[in-house]
């Protein structure tokens, strides 16, 4: 029990469980969406957002055959030397048959709070810029290197004055960074604060 490891542990008080049961996709999957006309697009980062487009686009998320989708834990305890397990907890953890990779129910409200604020300039936008944030969301998925160039683009945002030019060699940014030059200030840095949160929520 001198490990230091667990002497961490009792320092930053983390709580500590043991995975029991797994819950696995018995074969592969594949999520289809598509939007149409006067259709619309939900997008989740711990909430939904909804808004409409009017132009036709698919998207398609594979789910691979031995993919944990979720899992059922035991707490485990270590105190006065020693180590337990908590197999009796309260009854409001025997009530969640599984936890799944997210926040808790707890926090959700404030969450989506957060959610709400930070992207709060989506609602107010025309369904072709719409259209072009989500292919190139939808691009930066599929490419870290296009993820960190887009974040630190928009990340410098705000540091720069009225003449800063939002430029990129890569093809799948360039439609919206020309889009974003174009735009009046004032909503360039809500798009850029809102485009910031939707990636951080991906990286």
Not at 79 to 108: C, H, I, N, Q
Not at 164 to 173: A, H, I, N, W
């Amino acid at each position: 029990m001198d490990h230091s490891f667990i002497r961490q542990l009792q320092r930053t008080n983390i709580h500590l469980y043991v995975v029991t049961e797994i819950l696995e996709a018995s074969e592969e999957a594949v999520y289809k969406e598509s939007t149409k006309a006067d259709g619309g697009f939900k997008a989740k980062f711990y909430a939904t957002l909804c808004t409409q487009s009017n132009r036709e686009d698919k998207q398609s998320i594979v789910i691979p055959k031995g993919c944990t989708l979720a899992f059922r834990t035991i707490p485990l305890h270590i105190r006065d030397g020693a180590w337990d397990l908590d197999y009796f907890p309260a009854e409001s953890v025997r009530k969640m048959a599984y936890v799944a990779d997210g926040p808790s129910t707890g926090k959700l409200q404030e969450v989506m709070t957060e959610v709400q604020y930070s992207c709060r300039i989506f609602p107010e936008l025309s369904p072709d810029l719409l259209l072009i944030i989500l292919n190139t969301v939808k691009a930066v998925m599929r490419d870290k290197n296009l993820l960190q160039e887009l974040r630190q683009k928009m990340e410098e945002v705000p540091e720069q004055d009225d003449g800063y030019q939002l430029e990129t060699e890569s093809p799948d940014l360039k439609d919206l960074c020309s889009t974003l030059q174009h735009s009046p200030r004032d909503h360039l840095l809500q798009l850029a604060e809102g485009i910031t949160y939707v990636l951080d929520a991906l990286h």
